[in-house]
């Protein structure tokens, strides 16, 4: 039994990094902005040439290093185990980068993109957090900064996804990219992704704690 509940702890949390990529994906091809998430992704990716998989990697390897600035003594060093998922991410990013090429769509189809990916983005969190076992790194930081202001995590992503806006429109700004990444859909992103999270846990949490734990 406690090898079954392990097994579908770890497909629960694959499941969620398979959603986050997926959720990412469509959201660019939205073309109406990306996550906060996604969008630094792309601001390293333009910015320096390289593919958006390992833009993500290295992105995710930064978010660690902030995790151990900001909690110090209190970051466990399991969660470096947080580069390898982010490894796995950058895969599942190239893969559904790869595969879902929309191009030019109708303005209604961009708009259900952005709302498809929000839903998918938030459940990809909440399918990676709730299982106890390693975080995404930016949910990583996320719950370093709730557990630093002493606030819950969707808080904490709300706080995190303003701050990696912010970020990543000065790296656009200073390398000379252009904003076409950024938009209603990155806007709507970081207002709601954190409260569908919130809505989440609150109706949904307890029983998938149950079903895993």
Same mark, same amino acid.
């Given at each position: 039994?406690?090898?079954? &509940? ?28 990306? +996550?906060?998430?996604? *969008? ?8 320096? !040439?390289?593919?958006? !998989?390992?833009?993500? $990697?290295?992105? $995710? ?23 390898? #998922? ?5 895969? #599942?990013?190239?893969?559904?980068? +790869? ?8 303005? +209604? ?21 709730? =299982?106890?076992?390693? =975080?995404?790194?930016?949910? !990583? ?6 557990? &630093? *202001? ?9 706080? /995190? ?11 656009? #700004?200073? @390398? ?12 709507? @992103? ?13 109706? /949904? ?6 079903? *895993?734990?």
């Amino acid at each position: 039994m406690l090898w079954t &509940k392990q097994i579908l702890r770890l497909l629960t949390y694959l499941i969620g990094v398979a959603m986050l990529a997926f959720g990412g994906v469509l959201a660019i091809n939205s073309q109406l902005g990306v +996550s906060p998430v996604n *969008l630094i992704q792309l601001s390293f990716s333009h910015s320096m !040439g390289i593919s958006l !998989g390992l833009a993500a $990697f290295y992105t $995710f390897v930064i978010y660690v290093v902030a995790q151990i600035i900001l909690l110090r003594k209190a970051f466990n060093p399991i969660q470096f185990l947080q580069i390898i #998922f982010a490894a796995l991410f950058g895969h #599942f990013i190239s893969f559904f980068n +790869s595969v879902i090429q929309l191009g030019e769509s109708l303005m +209604s189809v961009r708009i259900m993109l952005v709302f498809m990916s929000l839903i998918f983005i938030a459940i990809g969190i909440v399918l990676t957090v709730t =299982p106890r076992l390693i =975080p995404m790194a930016p949910d !990583g930081i996320a719950v370093a900064i709730a557990t &630093k *202001l002493e606030v819950d995590f969707g808080k904490g992503k709300i706080i /995190f996804d303003t701050i990696i806006v912010l970020l990543s429109i000065i790296i656009l #700004f200073l @390398s000379a990219s252009g904003f076409e990444d950024i938009g209603i859909g990155t806007i709507l @992103s970081a207002i709601f992704v954190g409260r569908i999270v919130l809505f989440i846990n609150k109706n /949904f949490k307890r029983k998938l704690e149950n079903i *895993l734990l």
